[in-house]
Structure formats: C-alpha cells, structure tokens
C-alpha cells in the first residue's frame, strides 16, 4: 500500500502546490484518493478546481502522472452575437459534429491505454471496450507522441453512461475531437488530422466557416436537427479559443422525455435549462406562430409522456429504473466493472448477467435505479396528494 506522506509530497511536486495546501485538500474531499480497478498503481482525482487544474483531473503519484481535467465548454444561446463575441478577433471557426456521449480521455500508463471519464475516474468499461476497437492505434499514436492525451466522445447503445444508437457505432464506438499535449495545450484543427494515419476516426467536421456565415451553421444545425442528432461544436482553428456548443431542438426534447421519466430525480434541472435554450433558439431563428406551436407542443408532450411511463413502470414493476445491455470480453473485466459501479454509486446501480458464451464473452445488463421518482411516485400513487 502506498504511504500516504510521500503522496503528499508527490501529489504537491506534481500540482506545484504547498503540501500544507494538498493536506487540507485531501482532509476537504477536493483531492480524493481512489480505489482502482487495476493492479500496480493508485491514483488521486480532484472533485473540484484546485491550484489552477481543473474538475476531474487525474493524478498517478508513483508515475508522476497528471492528466489535467477537460475544461467545462461553454454553451452558446444566441449564436450570431456569441460568434462574433468569442471569435470576431480570429476571422474563422471550425464547426464540428457535438455526439451524444460521455467524455473520455485516454491516455498510457506502462505501455498499457486507458480511459479516463470527465470526473477523473478511470473506467474498466470503457478502457477495456478502447483496447478491444483501438489498442494497436493508440498504443502506435502513444508511441509517437508521448505524454499526449487523446480526447473523444465514447457513444453507443452499449454505453453505460449515456445509452444512444448510433449507425456508425455498432454498439459503442469512439470518436476523437481533441488532443492535449503534455503541456496541457489543444492541438490545432490541422494538427489533430494526424489521428487519421493511426486509423483513429474523429467526430464528423462540417469545414471551415467565417464567423459572420450564421445563417449556413444555422442550416447545418436544422439538418441535424432533422436527424435526430445532438448539435456542433465551434473551435478556434488554432484551438487557443475556447469552444462553444450549440445543441438542436431534437436532442432537447430527447432529454426531456428522459428525465421526465425520473421526474424527481432529474426533473426540475433538466427541464429548466433546456426550455431556456428553446426560448432563445426560436428567437433567433424567427420563428412563427406555426413553428412556435409545434415547438411548444413537442416539448409539452415529452414531459408528459416521460412522466406518464415513470408512473406506468412503478405501477408495473414497483421501481423507477432504466436498463441498459453491456457486453464484456471475459468475466473478468465484467467483475471488473461490477466493484467499480458498486464503489462509485452506493448500490444504486447494479449488473446481471444475463448470458455467458463459450468463447469468454459476458452479456449483461447494468440497471441504473431512481430512488426519488420511484418512492414519490408510490406514495402519490398510494395516497393521491404530492
């Protein structure tokens, strides 16, 4: 077991921070000492900003490892003033595809990948469905580029953080849309083209815009809109700015019949926010009686259908809970998984399996339960008042 006094020491060479600093941190919850997953090393995630890194980043004190947090990407309400307010100096963006997904940075430790999640957990999904699709790659890309940390959207209907089908992800898949430096800085839009040679696929770009052609990163929004997909992502070039992301009325209504189905858990903070947007969205494109109808309409609908199938499940079944299948190489990385999921969630969530085949391979189901919609709705249920 590692001793506690050199982490200190290392966790505060590595920070370039006081060890008087990191003591209070750790004592605070700031810094937090994790169990991993994996044998030979243990490592340290912040929960909040500390001396200057951000949320999520993570720290290998034996290995003198940082992996700094991703930054929090701005939102965009307005896109004409917010183009020309946050890139009017640098004349151009690059608009790319936003997927819906979770945030994952992978990067090696002792020749071996793994991915880490926004809040600096490494996860033994994820990192072990990264080595089956693109270990060769990133191991050959680590090779060349070492101290690198490569940025992607993990999605799929097999992701166990946000369940999503996707036709270019058979069941999960991985999509690269920034890399890091050791040094903590973003490579630029051309730069990062090199994840092509490694075979490595990127989020889909849509080209090179003036920031005064809104009304065509309008189009490309409606066609994704009509699509069903999330929105984009809009980059300086040369990614010293910082992005913004713009989501489309599908994905907001999408989120909205989601959370509607655990009301009491998610309810009141997904539907403010996302009805926000919605008002400014349609401002800006001008919108009719007409458009502005089915708009409303459409947002209406999913938060009664959400929170109509959220009463019918916990008639049905007694519990509020969504499920989503998972498919494990070998038994191993799914009891892997399974003490991770117990450790980060309290039991909240659990895993079954449903099939185990003769070649190793484990299907199983990961059922994520909503204890507040679930035990409020029983009681309405049970005594008619709120």
Not at 18 to 36: C, D, F, L, P, S
Not at 204 to 217: A, K, L, M, Q
Not at 309 to 320: I, K
Request: aromatic residues 12%; hydrophobic residues 35%; proline residues 4%.
């Amino acid at each position: 077991m590692a001793d506690p006094s050199k982490d200190v020491k290392k966790l505060s060479m590595i920070l370039e921070s006081e060890e008087w600093r990191v003591e209070k941190a750790i004592e605070r919850g700031t810094i937090r000492r994790v169990r991993t997953s994996f044998p030979g090393f243990v490592y340290y995630r912040t929960v909040r900003e500390f001396a200057g890194f951000e949320r999520g980043t993570l720290i290998v004190p034996s290995h003198g490892l940082l992996l700094r947090g991703f930054p929090k990407i701005e939102r965009a309400l307005l896109l004409e003033p917010a183009l020309r307010s946050r890139f009017g100096e640098v004349g151009k963006v690059i608009v790319e595809e936003k997927m819906n997904g979770h945030n994952v940075r992978v990067f090696e430790l002792d020749g071996e990948v793994y991915a880490a999640t926004r809040g600096g957990l490494i996860c033994p999904y994820t990192t072990h469905k990264l080595r089956n699709m693109f270990e060769d790659e990133l191991k050959q890309f680590f090779e060349d580029y070492p101290g690198t940390v490569v940025c992607g959207e993990f999605v799929g209907k097999e992701n166990p953080y946000v369940s999503r089908e996707y036709p270019e992800a058979r069941d999960v898949g991985f999509f690269v849309f920034d890399v890091r430096d050791p040094s903590g800085r973003f490579w630029s839009y051309e730069e990062k083209l090199k994840v092509d040679e490694y075979g490595l696929e990127r989020v889909r770009c849509f080209g090179e815009f003036e920031v005064s052609e809104v009304e065509e990163i309008h189009r490309i929004v409606r066609e994704l809109d009509r699509e069903g997909r999330e929105g984009i992502v809009i980059k300086d070039p040369d990614r010293k700015l910082p992005p913004l992301k713009y989501t489309t009325h599908s994905a907001h209504v999408e989120e909205i019949e989601w959370a509607f189905r655990f009301a009491f858990d998610l309810g009141r903070d997904f539907v403010l926010t996302r009805t926000i947007r919605e008002g400014f969205q349609s401002f800006e494109w001008c919108e009719k009686d007409r458009e502005l109808k089915r708009r409303g309409a459409e947002i209406g609908r999913a938060i009664v259908e959400g929170l109509r199938r959220a009463v019918e499940q916990v008639v049905e079944e007694g519990e509020a809970y969504e499920e989503i299948p998972l498919t494990f190489e070998s038994r191993e990385w799914f009891e892997r998984y399974e003490d991770f999921v117990k450790r980060v969630t309290g039991g909240t969530h659990s895993l079954k399996i449903i099939e185990e085949k003769e070649d190793g391979t484990v299907r199983a189901v990961l059922r994520k339960r909503y204890f507040g919609t679930g035990d409020k709705v029983s009681r309405i249920l049970e005594e008619g008042v709120l």
